[in-house]
């Protein structure tokens, strides 16, 4: 008696580039471009490609409906410096908006390098992005300006700004901010307050250090200004800290700074000479990020709403991109959290 042969296994494989090309009755190269570049072929292409897309089952619920609406379904966020903590909590809230939209979010890190700026910038022209929202203003103008002059490229700004570009922006005033912060420590009886900026070019630390400097002069207290330059992170703190109180004839007995993490690193710079806080040194941050609330002493900051700041942004892109019309400037507002950084100066 003859045993029946085993059927032979059936082999699954995913539909190809050349299944689509088959069923659209055209070539793979016109199938790729339909697919990397919808604007360059015609409609009539595009509709037939999506429909053998659909009918072998190649990526149908992305490729399809990319083709039909030529949609990327990504926004692009562009960040000076991924590890600044500052940006965890706008990105969360982009996410959360995003993800509920349908969307995506691709995060760029442009380190203040141009050429990777310009990478991501390139990404709107081929339909690999849908928009972009910028968290940093230190990118090369006429990038900014070519895009922004598209229809097919929306830009909105978040927390920094351009004073020759006019962009749709989530912000906070920077000024007032700065002025309250300022007033306070005046209030607990400082007189000789120094500053810990960021980059001096920088629009945003540009008002921080206007606001300073005005509130000063308002209280009589303008011949005890004194600014120094930081870059946001937590040794430019340190060091520029040791640099102000190891002057023993001009020692501030309060100090201002443009972030927590630059707070952080005077701190450290106190500790270390031995200066104790606040009983000799009061000091205030500025963003309220999750160290500040940590470190010893527990940081006074003036709070950024930042998970709203991500929120705001990416509502507006999508408004934006759904042809609905947006208020162009949101600006958003901010809290002075005290805490145990700060108290009246020694006698």
Same mark, same amino acid.
Do not use: W
């Given at each position: 008696?003859?045993?029946?042969?085993?059927?032979?296994?059936?082999?699954?494989?995913?539909?190809?580039?050349?299944?689509?090309?088959?069923?659209?009755?055209?070539?793979?190269?016109?199938?790729?471009?339909?697919?990397?570049?919808?604007?360059?072929?015609?409609?009539?292409? $595009?509709?037939?490609?999506? $429909?053998?897309?659909?009918?072998?089952?190649?990526?149908?619920?992305?490729?399809? $409906?990319?083709?039909?609406?030529?949609?990327?379904?990504?926004?692009?966020?562009?960040?000076?410096?991924?590890?600044?903590?500052?940006?965890?909590?706008?990105?969360?809230?982009?996410?959360?908006?995003?993800?509920?939209?349908?969307?995506?979010?691709?995060?760029?890190?442009?380190?203040?390098?141009?050429?990777?700026?310009?990478?991501?910038?390139?990404?709107?022209?081929?339909?690999?992005?849908?928009?972009?929202?910028?968290?940093?203003?230190?990118?090369?103008?006429?990038? &900014?300006?070519?895009?922004?002059?598209?229809?097919?490229?929306?830009?909105?700004?978040?927390?920094?700004?351009?004073?020759?570009?006019?962009?749709?922006?989530?912000?906070?005033?920077?000024?007032?901010?700065?002025?309250?912060?300022?007033?306070?420590?005046?209030?607990?009886?400082?007189?000789?307050?120094?500053?810990?900026?960021?980059?001096?070019?920088?629009?945003?630390?540009?008002?921080?250090?206007?606001?300073?400097?005005?509130?000063?002069?308002?209280?009589?207290?303008?011949?005890?200004?004194?600014?120094?330059?930081?870059?946001?992170?937590?040794?430019?703190?340190?060091?520029?800290?040791?640099?102000?109180?190891?002057?023993?004839?001009?020692?501030?007995?309060?100090?201002?700074?443009?972030?927590?993490?630059?707070?952080?690193?005077?701190?450290?710079?106190?500790?270390?000479?031995?200066?104790?806080?606040?009983?000799?040194?009061?000091?205030?941050?500025?963003?309220?990020?999750?160290?500040?609330?940590?470190?010893?002493?527990?940081?006074?900051?003036?709070?950024?709403?930042?998970?709203?700041?991500?929120?705001?942004?990416?509502?507006?892109?999508?408004?934006?991109?759904?042809?609905?019309? &947006?208020?162009?400037?949101?600006?958003?507002?901010?809290?002075?959290?005290?805490?145990?950084?700060?108290?009246?100066?020694?006698?």
């Amino acid at each position: 008696m003859l045993k029946a042969k085993p059927a032979a296994k059936r082999t699954l494989s995913m539909p190809t580039i050349k299944d689509v090309a088959k069923a659209a009755g055209c070539s793979t190269a016109t199938v790729s471009r339909a697919l990397a570049n919808p604007e360059k072929v015609t409609e009539a292409t $595009r509709q037939r490609v999506a $429909r053998a897309i659909a009918e072998v089952g190649y990526a149908p619920n992305v490729a399809a $409906r990319n083709l039909r609406r030529a949609e990327s379904r990504t926004i692009v966020t562009l960040l000076p410096d991924i590890s600044n903590p500052f940006f965890s909590e706008i990105i969360n809230g982009m996410e959360e908006v995003a993800h509920q939209a349908g969307y995506q979010v691709l995060i760029g890190d442009c380190e203040r390098d141009p050429a990777r700026a310009e990478a991501y910038f390139n990404l709107l022209p081929t339909n690999q992005a849908d928009g972009i929202i910028l968290l940093t203003s230190d990118i090369p103008r006429a990038l &900014v300006s070519h895009a922004d002059a598209r229809v097919d490229s929306p830009l909105v700004m978040a927390c920094e700004s351009f004073s020759d570009i006019d962009l749709p922006t989530v912000a906070i005033d920077n000024y007032q901010a700065t002025a309250h912060a300022i007033d306070y420590l005046v209030s607990l009886g400082h007189e000789r307050i120094a500053s810990v900026s960021g980059p001096a070019d920088n629009p945003i630390c540009c008002d921080r250090t206007l606001g300073y400097r005005d509130t000063l002069a308002a209280r009589g207290l303008s011949g005890s200004a004194r600014v120094v330059e930081g870059d946001f992170g937590f040794r430019s703190g340190y060091q520029q800290g040791l640099a102000l109180l190891e002057d023993t004839v001009a020692r501030p007995s309060a100090i201002f700074c443009h972030s927590d993490e630059m707070a952080i690193g005077v701190l450290k710079a106190a500790r270390q000479l031995g200066i104790g806080v606040p009983e000799a040194l009061s000091v205030v941050g500025f963003d309220n990020i999750g160290f500040s609330e940590y470190c010893e002493p527990e940081l006074t900051t003036v709070s950024q709403p930042r998970h709203e700041i991500g929120q705001q942004a990416m509502r507006m892109l999508l408004s934006i991109l759904a042809g609905e019309g &947006v208020v162009r400037r949101q600006i958003l507002s901010t809290q002075l959290i005290v805490r145990k950084s700060t108290g009246r100066p020694a006698d």
